[in-house]
């Protein structure tokens, strides 16, 4: 990391602070005014987007030299900030985190709970409930009904099994490993109905989708007739202590209704947490498509995908494929007829490649498969990160010497844990580079000696020196950064010029970089989270962009409905032949 891309990023976190509200425009008592700023000046390194230095801090207050300097000496005396020495920035101190300690051994979870059950059931008009774990099954402790005679009351104090409600399956997904383990060793996996999922390694991969999704659905596993969504709140140290559930008669709660309302559950479950002090999750876009979509984006596919991702154009067959990752599904289109063939899968699937000879292999929550689409057969190749149960594979590619790129991240990208791999033809596999938090698009420069790698949570998209011969890789070196306002970049590939296209997460668009990393050019979507971007058609000429509707609640979704929807674009520029795995 140079010491410019630093100061770059810490000026954004000093613009982004600068819009905490100053002392002189609030009301604050006589006396206090040194307090108030103070407590402004903390609010200001809080708010950054990344650790700011004095400078930074100097250019956000508008605070005299010496005054600046005398307010963070006090600040860090009672612990309140801390100064990193390594890089001269400042960032909260950890007294923060043990006064919040303090907030949370008083919270009442049923009344901070309390106004936004009242909303939920009224908006919804179907039950609304709050639970916990207690003694290894779901106990409800709040709840508001709506749905009048012909709906789905559930008592205060009544209990549940923990494999077959959305609430427990919620509370399964996000505890801790070890935890995890330890329920599920002691809990019986009780078939209730002809739904319910009995079966441990079925449970375990619902368990997994359900955590990558953040939101659980249930659908007659408990009770016949009966459906459900919930989704978990969280405590300050990111530990699912409760969940907020919906719960009514599956006439009235069908598949599709149920993933939106999970969606709409995840941001009241966050704002549950709000109420108590903790900062509150943001799952939303929170950009609109100000500069409006491009007319010659036209939605080719109106899917309605959770999460659409890896488009890859398999020449010979004229077909693009693609997976939806939550579904879980693979999918084949043909943008001739218009037609999509789905293949339902019981993993995570994440990508789909071309494997030399014939057949398909795929990137799933267990590794690397071979993948029959015609069967939906299966047959476990390699898997890197077998140790690691709480990661998955995300975005992959192959090179054109046969080799197989796959990024990974943790299942719900809360850490950096991520790593980028190569998968040699004889399935060897080496551990090239890691610290990435949502490991994401990757793709060559059209000689091969560039390999550009997306960490989407950061915003960057790196470029690496590449050995087309070895397959090795150094330098890593940023690309390009995308601010979070204009979104995150997410998956990209290169054109025959050497220009890098790129789909950005929460940006409504996809942009196009020149070789140097300049921005060429934007293209406005009527979406707001592009996934990916492939180049297909007989001349490779047409961009086709996925997209995903995961974590919009219905607000969002009125304004953009095409959402999880397949898009296609032309272009002047062809793209590069798509690569097949040689293994």
């Known amino acids: 990391m140079d010491h410019r891309a630093h100061d770059r990023r810490g000026g954004r976190g000093a613009q982004r602070a600068a819009a905490v509200v100053r002392p002189e425009e609030r009301d604050v008592p006589t006396g206090a005014a040194a307090l108030a700023k103070g407590l402004y000046l903390l609010e200001v390194i809080g708010e950054a987007e990344t650790p700011p230095r004095f400078k930074d801090l100097q250019a956000a207050t508008g605070l005299p030299k010496g005054t600046l300097a005398r307010m963070l000496n006090t600040l860090v005396l009672f612990r309140l900030v ?53 003694a290894d099954e779901v106990l409800y402790i709040d709840q508001r009904s709506r749905g009048g005679a012909f709906g789905f009351r559930i ?10 409600t959305a609430g427990g399956k919620a509370l399964l997904a996000f505890a801790a490993p070890h935890e995890q383990r330890a329920l599920l060793d002691r809990i019986r996996l009780t078939r209730h109905t002809a739904n319910t999922i009995a079966d441990e390694a079925a449970l375990t991969a ?12 249930s659908v007659s596993e408990h009770v016949e007739g009966v459906s459900s969504a919930a989704a978990p709140i969280f405590d300050h140290t990111g530990k699912a202590i ?25 941001a009241a479950a966050r704002q549950v947490s709000g109420n108590v002090g903790a900062a509150p999750m943001n799952i939303t876009s929170q950009l609109g498509p100000g500069h409006g979509a491009d007319p010659a984006v036209a939605c080719v596919l109106p899917w309605g995908a959770h999460l659409a991702e890896g488009p890859v154009w398999i020449a010979g067959q004229e077909r693009l494929y693609w997976v939806d990752i939550l579904a879980p599904s693979a999918n084949r289109f043909d943008p001739v007829t218009g ?11 994440s990508a789909l490649l071309p494997r030399l000879g014939g057949g398909l292999v795929a990137l799933t929550q267990t590794g690397l498969v071979g993948l029959d689409f015609a069967t939906g057969a299966t047959t476990p190749l390699v898997d890197p990160e077998a140790d690691i149960p709480d990661n998955r594979f995300n975005d992959g590619k192959c090179d054109r010497q046969g080799r197989l790129w796959a990024g990974s991240m943790r299942l719900d990208a809360s850490r950096t844990s991520g790593s980028l791999y190569v998968i040699e033809k004889d399935l060897s596999w080496r551990r090239v580079s890691s610290g990435y938090t949502a490991a994401n698009g990757l793709d060559w420069s059209p000689d091969g000696r560039t390999l550009y790698f997306v960490d989407s949570v950061p915003g960057r998209i790196y470029a690496f020196d590449c050995d087309p011969e070895t397959g090795t890789v150094e330098n890593r070196r940023v690309f390009a950064e995308v601010p979070p306002e204009e979104g995150r970049p997410d998956g990209l590939a290169v054109d025959s010029d050497g220009f890098v296209w790129c789909a950005l997460w929460d940006g409504w668009r996809v942009r196009r970089y020149a070789p140097d990393g300049r921005i060429d050019r934007d293209v406005g979507l009527p979406v707001p989270r592009p996934t990916s971007v492939a180049f297909g058609g007989a001349d490779l000429k047409t961009l086709f962009i996925t997209s995903a509707r995961v974590r919009l609640p219905s607000r969002v979704l009125t304004e953009a409905p095409f959402s999880g929807g397949l898009f296609a674009l032309p272009v002047t520029v062809p793209g590069l032949p798509t690569a097949a795995f040689a293994g």
């Open 155 to 164: 008592e205060v104090g009544r209990r549940a099994p923990l494999h077959c």
């Open 206 to 217: 619902e368990l997994a989708l359900i955590r990558a999704r953040g939101y659980a659905i």
């Open 242 to 266: 409760a969940v907020m559930g919906v719960f009514g008669p599956s006439a009235r709660l069908p598949n599709d209704r149920l993933h939106v309302l999970g969606r709409d559950l995840m």
């Open 82 to 134: 801390r100064h990193e020495e390594s890089d001269s920035t400042y960032r909260l101190g950890h007294r923060l985190f043990e006064l919040a300690h303090r907030v949370w051994e008083s919270f009442d979870l049923r009344g901070a709970a309390a106004p936004v059950l009242d909303r939920l059931a009224d908006e919804i008009a179907e039950t609304v409930a709050i639970a916990t774990i207690d």
């Open 339 to 349: 037609e999509n063939e789905e293949l339902r899968l019981p993993q995570l699937i």
